[in-house]
């Protein structure tokens, strides 16, 4: 399964969310929808992201090229 950001309309858990975060060191979520349709339907993703180091879209090899090789810079 695949979580994208989508809950089915169900609750988002983001207690969960709160003590994944605050337990690791960084939380790298990967979506492979596309930004605009964050937030659309029962996408959460703005209720996710405050649990999230950073959060992309990366749906291509390209794209988690481009993210790694930014992570890296910074490492």
């Given at each position: ?6 809950n ?8 969960i ?7 690791s060191?960084?939380?790298?979520w990967l ?14 993703m ?23 090789g930014?992570?890296l810079k910074?490492?």
């Open positions: 399964m695949r979580k994208v950001g989508r089915n309309f169900a609750d988002g858990k983001t207690a969310w709160d003590e994944v975060y605050r337990r060191q960084r939380v790298l979506n492979p929808e596309s930004r605009n349709r964050w937030n659309t339907g029962d996408s959460i703005s209720e996710y992201a405050p649990y999230c180091s950073r959060v992309e879209h990366c749906s291509s090899l390209r794209d988690l090229t481009r993210i790694l930014s992570l910074y490492a």
